[in-house]
């Protein structure tokens, strides 16, 4: 099973990224191997539509799982046909949200937001 | 001439000024591109109506043909394609029908449907040629309509009115491009200023001359005019908060069209905004 999480920097240390589409990395996990890799988001960058983008790259990295704190209807629904099933992480931090996750604590997220399109 | 009328905010007026000065110009064309909300028909009435639906195109993928390379995907500038399983999956309302998809594909499996996403209705109210479009509910972009009702105005010596949709967006970009000067409504408040700015910014950046309406003038509030003035925007008219305009408003009446004044003060108008824009 693989784990993909928004990520803010590419080390162990970093925090979870608020936002999934502009996140600057993905973290991807892989619990059976025990590795962690970390893949940049070129969605980050995208002037919209960011957020397929970034599903395309989590859909490619053969993860079976998405941990993070908000995603949009448009990726929820890439994901969904690619059967990569969304999470809702709880709080910013990394490892406590793994292990959250593995004790069965974390909740499936049921609420997607709309596009942005170029708002805050 | 071409004269569009815009707003940063909404509610301000635009409709209102729209359909006056078409009606004091008696023979005119009013085109409604607040594609959302298009209102300029509750005034005008337009008659003998004759409607068109409007169709984008849209990719269809034949997984038989697809071989999997993902060249659509990659070419697609929108982000509109996601390849999942075996072949792309289209998002409809991030898709911008370029056809881009269909040229790349080096296996003909893109082909392309019709999908509507409004109207445009056409009709006259007297002497107006009215043109209305209406964008679909549930549409996320009322571009198709706005250039489907554009292209209904003839090139003609009269005077054609492009009632815009509000804000300062991709739509109104999109109903300012052929004008010949834009009339931008605006009310004396901080937050009427502050929109005002933003639809100032984008007639600028398109190099079009324009002037100002102050609607509901007349209170303490200068500093709409203050900017007006330091920009060099001339201020055309200044229409103050009267509850007889309410009334006539609200009852779906055209001032020009039911009161002398009023149709003074818009024939005026149109002679100022002809002189501006040397039309």
């Not at chain 2, 075996?86 to 080096?106: A, D, I």
């Amino acid at each position: 099973m693989k784990i993909a999480i928004p990520v803010n920097e590419n080390k162990s240390e970093s925090s979870i990224c608020v936002s999934f589409g502009r996140a600057p990395y993905f973290m991807l996990h892989d619990v059976e191997e025990k590795t962690t890799k970390y893949i940049a988001n070129t969605a980050a960058e995208a002037q919209g539509g960011a957020g397929l983008k970034a599903a395309q790259l989590i859909v490619d990295s053969g993860a079976n799982i998405l941990l993070t704190i908000r995603c949009g209807q448009n990726a929820a629904e890439a994901l969904n046909a690619a059967q990569i099933k969304i999470y809702k992480a709880d709080g910013l931090g990394v490892a406590e949200n793994l292990a959250a996750f593995l004790e069965g604590k974390l909740a499936p997220m049921t609420q997607f937001h709309a596009g942005f399109h170029g708002h805050q | 001439m071409k004269l569009a009328v815009l707003s940063g905010k909404g509610g301000t007026g635009k409709t209102f000024v729209s359909v006056n000065l078409a009606a004091a110009a008696g023979s005119a064309i009013y085109i409604d591109c607040d594609v959302e909300e298009p209102n300029g028909r509750i005034f005008l009435r337009p008659e003998n109506l004759i409607s068109k639906t409007i169709n984008i195109k849209q990719p269809v993928f034949d997984s038989e043909k697809c071989t999997g390379c993902r060249k659509c995907v990659a070419f697609c500038r929108f982000n509109a394609l996601v390849y999942v399983k075996t072949k792309p999956m289209l998002f409809s309302e991030v898709c911008h029908s370029c056809g881009g998809c269909r040229l790349v594909c080096p296996s003909g499996a893109v082909s392309e449907t019709e999908k509507p996403v409004g109207n445009v209705e056409c009709g006259k109210s007297g002497d107006i040629r009215v043109v209305t479009g209406c964008m679909d509910l549930g549409e996320a972009s009322g571009i198709p309509v706005i250039r489907a009702a554009l292209a209904e105005a003839p090139d003609t010596d009269d005077l054609t009115v492009i009632d815009c949709p509000p804000g300062s967006a991709c739509s109104v970009m999109e109903s300012i491009q052929a004008a010949d000067y834009c009339l931008l409504v605006a009310e004396p408040t901080a937050f009427g200023l502050h929109n005002f700015k933003m639809v100032y910014e984008l007639v600028s950046l398109l190099h079009k001359p324009c002037g100002a309406v102050i609607n509901k003038a007349g209170g303490k509030y200068t500093e709409l005019d203050d900017f007006c003035c330091e920009h060099g925007v001339p201020v055309l008219l200044r229409i103050p908060y009267s509850e007889k305009l309410a009334r006539l408003g609200a009852s779906g009446q055209i001032a020009a069209l039911s009161d002398s004044e009023y149709a003074e003060m818009f024939r005026s108008l149109l002679g100022d905004i002809r002189r501006e824009a040397h039309v």
